[in-house]
């Protein structure tokens, strides 16, 4: 609990129960009219009575009303299994406990966070008041640049209030003013979750539940988090859809929208969800996966052949198309293959909520995101409309999201014709699954052009042991009755092992048309990849970051680059 002087107050006023301003002030060394102010925000919330006398001489005082002492939060009885801090910019934030439950048989996510009395949190909705009056709570918060901007003044100004008001220590002060910002301009008690870098998904799905998170560890969690009511839930969907620009409400009760630091948000209200109101927020890593993080043993996603040979054809512009069900990796798939495009090329992303990142170097990509229509139906932007417009940017590659129905297939092949290098995701298990969703309906995209498509990649969730790997890929082949597929590399589940299955041919075949490569040259490039891959690994250049700067001397020195690795040459002097 964190201590204020307005506790110090409460605890001087338990013992004497009504005290005059004067003598107040004097024990806590403040002005009455801090003292006041802070009677006068107690007062309002019901805990206590300010008393002013009828003649000038006496001094106004204040009376405790007697309020029942809340329980303190025990933790629950178990087993500590894990526990560490969250931070954020350098500040420790929350401090969580994974207990291993005695009566629900599972680990239990509790997580500290710095709490207010009463008394204070009273005092804190007076500053709440006084905040909004000068900032509006929702001007441009759909301009990054300019949100930020307001978000610091927001800081600052709080932070002054409280400091003046209490005389309080720096610390106290900094966490009083992020209870005020995360209540106001945040999601609360969530936006710690929401720092934690081991959770992938935070879960609200009604005020009468616990707060639920998916840990990337140990799987869904109930966390200590209660919220007070639907309204609060209401309240932060409301706030997440102005920062994007849209409405949740009775008329509108579905929101799907991400926010600018990358989380993608579902929220619905009652009735249509029946319990109560929800919202779901899809946590993306801060450090977002790179090929160099798929073939490092302790993940061990890909073999380094695979990513070899997934480099090469994103180094001469081959079709891909990433496949899996939900949450295999997908997205942090081919997330990891763009970032192998060489830096002068032009690339075009086009995502319902954006989820690609690319390293800075690639200063020649434009990120275009759709947008729902208002409430009276207009002004819808889909991905077929950006699709359709993204050839009018002279694109080098195209990046599409995901395929998920038919217009926007035939514009995702379509744009191959012209010349393009394109690349998407779309909702499969198996290679196989993905051909008879692109062939058979509601898609139905003819035969002929499915061929167009390189390379499949499947990305693999194992549940049971919460593991993701690559579980194929494979190259689409021109068989006589339609598209087949030769698996090239495949995952054995039961040995968790990588198998080179059959030689690719078509794939060998397109690279030597385009680049006059015969099948030795083109092998002997994969293995020179392959070694430029693990002097990478071996040096920890596995950010996005880091793997820009990679590639952008690779591609200006292919001969240096890979004579370094192969020396083991350590980077600072090649890069």
Same mark, same amino acid.
């Given at each position: 609990?964190?201590?204020?002087?307005?506790? =110090?107050?409460?605890?001087?006023?338990?013992?004497? &129960?009504?005290?005059?301003?004067?003598?107040?002030?004097?024990?806590?060394?403040?002005?009455?009219?801090?003292?006041?102010? *802070?009677?006068?925000? $107690?007062?309002?919330?019901?805990?206590? *009575?300010?008393?002013? #006398? +009828?003649?000038?001489?006496?001094?106004?005082?204040?009376?405790?009303?007697?309020?029942?002492?809340?329980?303190?939060?025990?933790?629950?009885?178990?087993?500590?299994?894990?526990?560490?801090?969250?931070?954020?910019?350098?500040?420790?934030?929350?401090?969580?406990?994974?207990?291993?439950?005695?009566?629900?048989?599972?680990?239990?996510?509790?997580?500290?966070?710095?709490?207010?009395?009463?008394?204070?949190?009273?005092?804190?909705?007076?500053?709440?008041?006084?905040?909004?009056?000068?900032?509006?709570?929702?001007?441009?918060?759909?301009?990054?640049?300019?949100?930020?901007?307001?978000?610091?003044?927001?800081?600052?100004?709080?932070?002054? +209030? +409280? &400091?003046?008001?209490?005389?309080?220590?720096?610390?106290?002060?900094?966490?009083?003013?992020?209870?005020?910002?995360?209540? $106001?301009?945040?999601?609360?008690?969530? =936006?710690?979750?929401?720092?934690?870098?081991?959770?992938?998904?935070?879960?609200?799905?009604?005020?009468?539940?616990?707060?639920?998170?998916?840990?990337?560890?140990?799987?869904?969690?109930?966390?200590?988090?209660?919220?007070?009511?639907?309204?609060?839930?209401?309240?932060?969907?409301?706030? /997440?859809?102005?920062?994007?620009? %849209?409405?949740?409400?009775?008329?509108?009760?579905?929101?799907?929208?991400?926010?600018?630091?990358?989380?993608?948000?579902?929220?619905?209200?009652?009735?249509?969800?029946?319990?109560?109101?929800?919202?779901? $927020?899809?946590?993306?890593?801060?450090?977002?996966?790179?090929?160099?993080?798929?073939?490092?043993?302790?993940?061990?996603? $890909?073999?380094?052949?695979?990513?070899?040979?997934?480099?090469?054809?994103?180094?001469?512009?081959?079709?891909?198309?990433?496949?899996?069900?939900?949450?295999?990796?997908?997205?942090?798939?081919?997330?990891?293959?763009?970032?192998?495009?060489?830096?002068?090329? %032009?690339?075009?992303?086009?995502?319902?909520?954006? =989820?690609?990142?690319?390293?800075?170097?690639?200063?020649?990509?434009?990120?275009?995101?759709?947008?729902?229509?208002?409430?009276?139906?207009?002004?819808?932007?889909?991905?077929?409309?950006?699709?359709?417009?993204?050839?009018?940017? @002279? !694109?080098?590659?195209?990046?599409?999201?995901?395929?998920?129905?038919?217009?926007?297939?035939?514009?995702? *092949?379509?744009?191959?014709?012209?010349?393009?290098?394109?690349?998407?995701?779309?909702?499969?298990?198996?290679?196989?699954?993905?051909?008879?969703?692109? /062939?058979?309906? #509601?898609?139905?995209?003819?035969?002929?052009?499915?061929?167009?498509?390189?390379?499949?990649?499947?990305?693999?969730?194992?549940?049971?042991?919460?593991?993701?790997?690559?579980?194929?890929?494979?190259?689409?082949?021109?068989?006589?009755?339609?598209?087949?597929?030769?698996?090239?590399?495949?995952?054995?589940?039961?040995?968790?092992? *990588?198998?080179?299955?059959?030689?690719?041919? @078509?794939?060998?075949?397109?690279?030597?048309?385009?680049?006059?490569?015969?099948?030795?040259?083109? +092998?002997?490039?994969?293995?020179?990849?392959?070694?430029?891959?693990?002097?990478?690994?071996?040096?920890?250049? =596995?950010?996005?970051?880091?793997?820009? &700067?990679?590639?952008?001397?690779?591609?200006?020195?292919? #001969?240096?680059?890979?004579?370094?690795?192969?020396?083991?040459? !350590?980077?600072?002097?090649?890069?």
């Amino acid at each position: 609990m964190l201590a204020t002087k307005i506790d =110090e107050m409460v605890e001087l006023l338990r013992k004497n &129960r009504t005290m005059s301003l004067r003598s107040i002030a004097s024990k806590l060394t403040l002005s009455e009219d801090s003292i006041e102010k *802070f009677g006068l925000c $107690m007062e309002k919330a019901g805990l206590a *009575f300010m008393h002013y #006398p +009828i003649t000038m001489i006496e001094n106004p005082s204040i009376t405790l009303v007697p309020q029942p002492i809340p329980p303190k939060e025990e933790t629950p009885g178990g087993k500590v299994i894990k526990d560490y801090d969250i931070m954020k910019g350098g500040e420790t934030v929350g401090h969580v406990k994974l207990i291993q439950s005695l009566t629900e048989k599972r680990p239990l996510y509790h997580i500290g966070l710095p709490q207010a009395s009463q008394a204070t949190r009273a005092y804190l909705e007076d500053v709440k008041i006084e905040v909004s009056k000068k900032f509006q709570i929702w001007a441009d918060e759909r301009n990054p640049v300019e949100n930020q901007r307001l978000f610091e003044a927001r800081k600052v100004l709080i932070g002054n +209030i +409280i &400091r003046e008001d209490l005389s309080t220590t720096q610390t106290v002060a900094e966490q009083l003013t992020r209870i005020v910002l995360n209540e $106001m301009y945040g999601l609360g008690e969530l =936006e710690a979750l929401v720092e934690d870098t081991w959770l992938e998904e935070i879960v609200v799905n009604a005020a009468s539940q616990p707060v639920s998170v998916y840990n990337k560890e140990f799987g869904w969690l109930k966390t200590n988090i209660i919220m007070k009511s639907e309204a609060e839930i209401e309240n932060y969907s409301q706030q /997440i859809a102005r920062k994007v620009g %849209r409405q949740i409400s009775t008329l509108n009760p579905i929101l799907d929208a991400h926010l600018g630091s990358g989380e993608r948000v579902n929220a619905t209200l009652n009735p249509i969800s029946a319990y109560g109101n929800t919202i779901t $927020m899809r946590l993306f890593a801060r450090n977002p996966w790179t090929i160099v993080g798929y073939i490092r043993p302790e993940n061990h996603a $890909m073999s380094v052949e695979m990513a070899a040979l997934l480099w090469q054809s994103m180094h001469y512009e081959m079709n891909i198309l990433v496949a899996g069900g939900t949450a295999s990796g997908k997205t942090s798939a081919l997330n990891s293959l763009l970032a192998l495009i060489q830096p002068f090329q %032009r690339i075009v992303t086009i995502e319902d909520t954006r =989820e690609l990142y690319l390293p800075s170097y690639q200063w020649n990509w434009v990120p275009l995101v759709t947008r729902m229509p208002n409430p009276e139906g207009m002004g819808e932007v889909n991905m077929l409309d950006l699709m359709v417009n993204s050839l009018r940017m @002279r !694109p080098d590659r195209i990046v599409l999201g995901e395929i998920r129905r038919k217009r926007e297939a035939e514009v995702f *092949f379509e744009a191959m014709h012209t010349g393009h290098s394109v690349y998407s995701t779309v909702h499969a298990d198996t290679g196989q699954q993905v051909l008879k969703r692109l /062939i058979e309906p #509601p898609i139905e995209i003819p035969e002929s052009q499915v061929e167009d498509v390189h390379l499949l990649l499947v990305q693999y969730r194992d549940r049971r042991r919460n593991i993701r790997r690559t579980n194929e890929i494979s190259e689409v082949l021109c068989g006589v009755s339609g598209p087949e597929l030769n698996r090239v590399y495949t995952w054995k589940p039961r040995t968790d092992a *990588f198998e080179a299955a059959k030689a690719p041919h @078509r794939y060998l075949e397109e690279l030597n048309l385009r680049t006059g490569m015969t099948e030795n040259e083109a +092998i002997s490039d994969q293995r020179d990849k392959a070694t430029v891959l693990k002097w990478m690994m071996k040096n920890r250049l =596995e950010s996005v970051e880091d793997v820009g &700067r990679v590639m952008k001397s690779y591609y200006s020195d292919i #001969p240096g680059i890979v004579a370094a690795a192969d020396k083991g040459t !350590p980077p600072s002097k090649v890069l």
